[in-house]
């Protein structure tokens, strides 16, 4: 459940970046992506690089295409298990309106564990993807009942 706090979604601004570099470095510790990688999805996907904000911290960011295909995310490390993940999940699952996937580590069982709570099922594995570990490819559908009206899809920016 999302905490009491005020919360706002927005697109990524460059004055972001830091924090932005913070929160991967806490995620991914080993294999956090370079300020270049951020400013390319910035400039290929700048209505879906999306941040989450809590008054004056950014506490996470979910990027994806219009095919619902999640490039990245990551919530901090002190907000994690609060919803606002999921936020940025079903945020993502309105703008891309039928449905998201992405690829996970295999080992990455606290993910995978995040992934199938929100309701993504492994669909399939690439091996080898992460050189040393395989992919497994999650997918979430948006059923029907779920869908929301398009005036109101990705309206929150």
């Known amino acids: 459940m999302v905490e009491e706090v005020l919360t706002k979604i927005r697109k990524f601004k460059i004055e972001d970046i830091n ?10 510790p ?10 390319s999805y910035a400039k290929n996907f ?9 008054g004056k911290d ?8 219009m095919s619902g295909h999640i490039h990245s995310t990551a919530v901090k490390t002190t907000y994690r298990g609060k919803g606002f993940g999921k936020m940025l999940f079903m945020y993502a699952l309105k703008c891309a309106k039928k449905r998201l996937w992405l690829e996970v580590r295999s080992k990455n069982n606290a993910a995978i564990k995040f992934y199938e709570k929100l309701g993504m099922k492994i669909t399939g594995k690439i091996p080898n993807y992460y ?3 395989d992919a497994l490819i999650m997918v979430l559908s948006q059923k029907k009942s779920d869908q ?10």
Do not use: H, R, W
């Open 30 to 39: 080993k294999t956090a992506y370079p300020k270049e990688t951020f400013l």
């Open 148 to 157: 929301i009206s398009t005036d109101e899809d990705c309206g929150i920016l």
């Open 131 to 133: 050189m040393s570990d």
């Open 58 to 65: 950014i506490i996470g960011y979910i990027i994806f295409d």
């Open 46 to 54: 700048p209505d879906n690089f999306i941040v989450l904000e809590t």
């Open 19 to 28: 924090k932005i570099l913070e929160i991967e470095g806490q995620a991914f």
